[in-house]
């Protein structure tokens, strides 16, 4: 099946430092899979930070940005400076399907901490 | 914008007791709905998902059923609770694009 692996938490930087958190994913049932980033803020919801439809484009959103990379089957998110508010919970995520049976696959989700 | 509403936000249950938990959209008509469940240090996983009202497909077999009474309602239930039924549960939501967009969740503890 399809499986998506991210790094593994909690992940602990300063603020106006950089950050990578590396996602890698195997797809199985699609060949060119979408991919997403969610983030979880303390004490909200599951939201939706990025998504990219297409191999070898760019997806960005509040400073943050991920490339659909299909040699390496990867999907790294990135942020050149991070801020406190940034602390919270962050899931790759794949769709096996642009059809109404899609399936989203996550990663085990990778806790970010930010320290002033 | 569409928003999700799940209810209850909590529940504490005790072994072999029966559950129902709900999910209502507003602002989307006839939207795909999925149920999601995490069991505690788990991955986040699809259950079910419906494209219609009456009907639902499963995608995972955990002793759980799914019904959708009607267009914006999505309800998740069973008869019989075990230990394992456990951890946080997400609806979600599809429109015509690629994304789906999720609830606040309802965190069961099954003791």
């Known amino acids: 099946g399809d499986s998506v692996t991210q790094t593994e938490g909690p992940v602990t930087v300063s603020e106006s430092e950089s950050l990578i958190i590396n996602c890698t994913y195997s797809a199985t049932s699609i060949a060119y899979p979408n991919l997403f980033w969610y983030v979880r803020y303390p004490g909200e919801g599951l939201q939706l930070l990025l998504k990219?439809?297409?191999?070898?484009q760019k997806g960005s959103s509040r400073g943050f940005e991920a490339t659909y990379n299909k040699e390496t089957t990867s999907f790294h998110l990135q942020k050149a400076s991070v801020q406190e508010s940034d602390s919270a919970v962050y899931y790759c995520?794949?769709?096996?399907?642009?059809?109404?049976?899609?399936?989203?696959?996550f990663g085990k989700g990778t806790k970010l901490s930010v320290k002033s | 914008a569409q928003t999700i509403h799940q209810w209850p936000v909590a529940e504490i249950k005790a072994v072999g007791s029966p559950l129902s938990l709900g999910c209502t959209i507003k602002g989307k008509s006839s939207p795909n709905l999925y149920w999601y469940w995490q069991a505690t240090g788990g991955t986040l996983q699809q259950l079910f998902y419906?494209?219609?009202?009456?009907?639902v497909e499963s995608v995972v077999q955990l002793n759980l059923s799914a019904s959708r009474p009607k267009d914006d309602q999505f309800i998740l239930s069973t008869e019989k609770l075990l230990l394992s039924h456990s951890g946080f549960y997400l609806c979600?939501?599809?429109?015509?694009?690629?994304?789906?967009?999720f609830g606040p969740g309802t965190r069961l503890t099954v003791l």
């Open positions: 995520a794949l769709s096996n399907s642009g059809g109404s049976n899609a399936k989203l696959t």
């Open positions: 419906s494209i219609t009202v009456g009907q």
């Open positions: 990219v439809i297409t191999a070898g």
């Open positions: 979600a939501s599809r429109d015509w694009g690629v994304e789906q967009y």
